[in-house]
């Protein structure tokens, strides 16, 4: 990882490697998603616990155009 610039009282840790990912979102109960630039979209379980090793979650057809969303607060 190259070296980054933080605010001060912020801090950077790598928990996951997800190729080519482009936008994250957090669920409700810790799991962090990550869309790519392919069809794939990760999951890492627990990502504000003890982080899990990421995985697909889904494949979206209408790829390049990525995004995440979660409905609300459940």
């Known amino acids: 990882m190259r070296r980054q610039r933080l605010p001060a009282g912020f801090t ?4 996951a490697t997800v190729p080519a990912a ?8 810790g799991d962090l998603f990550a869309g790519t630039e392919s069809d ?14 990421p995985r697909v979650f889904v494949r979206v ?13 459940r």
């Open 40 to 53: 794939a979209v990760y999951v890492v379980p627990d990502a504000q616990g003890t982080p899990g090793a």
């Open 22 to 29: 482009r936008e994250l979102a957090v669920a409700p109960n």
């Open 12 to 15: 950077i840790e790598r928990i």
């Open 61 to 73: 057809d209408d790829r390049p155009v990525a995004g995440i969303a979660l409905d609300g607060d």
